[in-house]
């Protein structure tokens, strides 16, 4: 699976966007982009995944640049509750869902 | 609620105990995952089960045993663990094929004294 690499840490206002990204430069046609977060000292927990095109649902956007080489997600107006570590991970489809290999992530603070 | 859940949430044990860490799915799946997560370490992939058969051993050492009865229960067996084996011990699951999410327990949180 392809390595991404993101900033360790970022920080966010309560009820600005949450814009993170994440760079996958070596990803192959058949990899997908995934998401998911980890609040502290809880399970982490999937958000959105996507290909190529831009995807949205009702936790997050996310935004795959044309060359798929980098993407963003997009909390758009972020909360207390959203303070968590975001993982970005590349891999293919099908097998085992769950066979995922996370980094060390983004450390997001939601601020008041 | 994510329809993972694990037991004990936190346990405290000797190196020379024997314990078990307990995960249940009610999803429906037919994978089932141990993942470890130690301080300031990224998560790490222990053990892949699919269909009740282990698919994926990561090196994980002898004194980590898994068993998986059926499709909805997982267990790790722990023995003579280490003080470095303290960790988040987290179980996840999955449908399987296409490309559905994973989902997570809440983990035990384990500390060998």
């Known amino acids: 699976d392809a390595k991404t690499t993101q900033p360790p840490s970022m920080d966010c206002a309560e009820g600005r966007a949450a814009n993170l990204p994440c760079n996958h430069s070596?990803?192959?046609?058949?990899?997908?982009v995934y998401w998911y977060r980890q609040i502290h000292s809880q399970g982490p927990q999937y958000i959105i995944h996507g290909l190529k095109n831009n995807e949205t649902n009702e936790m997050a956007s996310l935004i795959i640049t044309e060359d798929r080489k980098s993407s963003t997600l997009i909390l758009p107006h972020a909360t207390l509750r959203d303070t968590a570590v975001y993982y970005c991970i590349v891999r293919v489809a099908g097998g085992s869902q769950g066979n995922l290999i996370f980094g060390k992530g983004t450390k997001l603070s939601v601020k008041p | 609620e994510t329809g993972v859940t694990q037991t004990p949430r936190h346990l405290v044990m000797g190196m020379t105990n024997k314990k078990s860490l307990k995960c249940e799915q009610h999803?429906?799946?037919?994978?089932m995952y141990w993942y470890k997560q130690s301080a300031k370490k990224p998560l790490e992939l222990m053990f892949v089960y699919n269909f009740k058969e282990q698919t994926e051993n990561n090196s994980v050492p002898s004194r980590f045993s898994p068993e998986c009865p059926n499709s909805s229960h997982l267990f790790l067996h722990l023995h003579t663990l280490q003080p470095e084996d303290s960790a988040l011990y987290l179980c996840a699951s999955s449908q399987g094929g296409g490309y559905t999410e994973a989902f997570f327990g809440q983990g035990t949180r384990l500390t060998v004294v």
């Open positions: 999803l429906g799946h037919n994978a």
């Open positions: 070596t990803i192959s046609g058949n990899e997908y």
